[in-house]
């Protein structure tokens, strides 16, 4: 007669699971990301109203493509079962980590008044790394790529009255 609906869904299931139609094999996804910052604020009269923080920011890689397979050919971890030759291994771009840090003065100027001068430094460290974003299909033709900002230095005024 033919395939039997059992047959046809246990094909279908072996066909996404070679394709791993998930959010971690989209482009442009990271499977993980990290944040912290601490801030201490000093007590001792010599340092008072000083405060110094530090900060960082961790983004694993990116995944930057998947290789194409031929189509009718299983693809990757497919368990033979062929798809449309979209979905073979992915492809990650690298991993970074960067640093930030803070200094910060707070003063009162008379009574109700009170006055903070904030300076912020972005990428503490410099790193002038290249993010690699996207691979042409083949695995291993650069597709696009960004540049790490450079040091950022912001200083800040905020009075409070």
């Known amino acids: 007669m033919g395939q039997s609906v059992r047959d046809i869904v246990a094909a279908n299931w072996a066909d996404l699971d070679g394709r791993t139609l998930d959010s971690a094999g989209a482009y442009g996804n990271r499977n993980h990301k990290a944040n912290f910052f601490a801030n201490y604020i000093f007590k001792d009269a010599r340092f008072r109203g000083w405060s110094v923080g530090l900060g960082g920011r ?92 450079p040091r950022e230095f912001t200083l800040s005024t905020t009075p409070r009255f």
């Open 58 to 149: 961790y983004l694993s890689p990116i995944v930057a493509g998947r290789v194409v397979t031929a189509p009718g050919t299983p693809p990757a971890n497919s368990a033979g079962a062929n798809g449309v030759g979209v979905n073979g291994p992915v492809v990650y771009g690298s991993d970074n980590l960067r640093f930030d840090t803070m200094l910060r003065y707070q003063t009162r100027l008379g009574r109700n008044t009170r006055l903070s001068l904030q300076l912020n430094v972005r990428n503490l460290l410099d790193d002038h790394a290249i993010e690699i974003r996207r691979y042409k299909t083949d695995g291993g033709t650069l597709q696009s790529f960004v540049l790490t900002d």
